[in-house]
Nanobody, 115 residues
Framework: QVQLVESGGGLVQPGGSLRLSCAASGFTFSTYWMYWVRQAPGKGRESVAQ???????QYADSVKGRFTISRAGAKIAAYLQMNSLKPEDTAVYYC?????????WGPGTQVTVSS
């Protein structure tokens, strides 16, 4: 059974950092492209970071220089290191995997940036 589960979200002050993890099982995630996508209240989903199977990365302009996506072995398909967080980064963050004509999603983890 394919499963993606995000963790690491929470409440953080502006300027703080969080690291999100995406645990995966049921498929060979090393061959899939991994994405972190967020959805702020009242807004549509925004892809903030992606990493290919080969390790190439791409970021939305809104997070470039502050967020870093990376792969990991074992049961963690991807991390998202978030630094210098801003209130506008507040959103539900989703992990997604795409490959072999399939896309999988996790349930999301809430990130709130507030003083």
């Amino acid at each position: 059974q394919v499963q993606l589960v995000e963790s690491g979200g929470g409440l953080v002050q502006p300027g703080g950092s969080l690291r999100l993890s995406c645990a995966a099982s049921g498929f060979t995630f090393s061959t899939y492209w991994m994405y972190w996508v967020r959805q702020a209240p009242g807004k549509g989903r925004e892809s903030v970071a992606q990493i290919t199977a080969a390790g190439s990365t791409q970021y939305a302009d809104s997070v470039k220089g502050r967020f870093t996506i990376s792969r990991a072995g074992a049961k963690i398909a991807a991390y998202l290191q978030m630094n210098s967080l801003k209130p506008e980064d507040t959103a539900v963050y989703y992990c997604s995997a795409t490959g072999r004509s399939q896309t999988y999603w996790g349930p999301g983890t809430q990130v709130t940036v507030s003083s």
